[in-house]
């Protein structure tokens, strides 16, 4: 059963920072690049975050570069998302998606994704 579970969101003040984790399960990982994507209420997918398969390649949307970084541990199957200096505008639920290597350019192309977690819920407030 393929699975992909995310963890780590809650409410935090700005400025605090999150790490996120994406669980996979049932595929094979270390074939498959991962992206994080967040909807924030009222407002559309966006593409926050991606790593290559084997985390040669990273790559942020500008809205968060500098402050989160994306990493991943093959041997546990889990990439993790680590958000500093967490702004209002970062409030969304946070979901994990998996695509298999060698797809199509840009990574944040949604339909490519064949795997998604149902997400983890991070608000942003003082």
């Known amino acids: 059963q393929v699975q992909l579970v995310e963890s780590g969101g809650g409410l935090v003040q700005p400025g605090d920072s999150l790490r996120l984790s994406c669980a996979a399960s049932?595929?094979?990982?270390?074939?498959?690049?991962i992206g994080w994507f967040r909807q924030a209420p009222g407002k559309g997918r966006e593409g926050v975050s991606y790593?290559?398969?084997?985390?040669?390649?990273?790559y942020y949307a500008d809205s968060v570069k500098g402050r989160f970084t994306i990493s991943r541990d093959n041997a546990k199957n889990t990439v993790y998302l680590q958000m500093n200096s967490l702004k209002p505008e970062d409030t969304a639920v946070y979901s994990c998606?998996?695509?298999?290597?060698?797809?199509?350019?840009?990574?944040?192309?949604?339909?490519?994704?064949?795997?998604w977690g149902q997400g983890t819920q991070v608000t942003v407030s003082s």
């Open positions: 049932g595929f094979a990982f270390d074939n498959h690049a």
């Open positions: 998606a998996s695509r298999p290597k060698g797809s199509a350019w840009p990574w944040t192309r949604m339909e490519d994704y064949v795997y």
């Open positions: 790593i290559t398969n084997r985390g040669g390649s990273t």
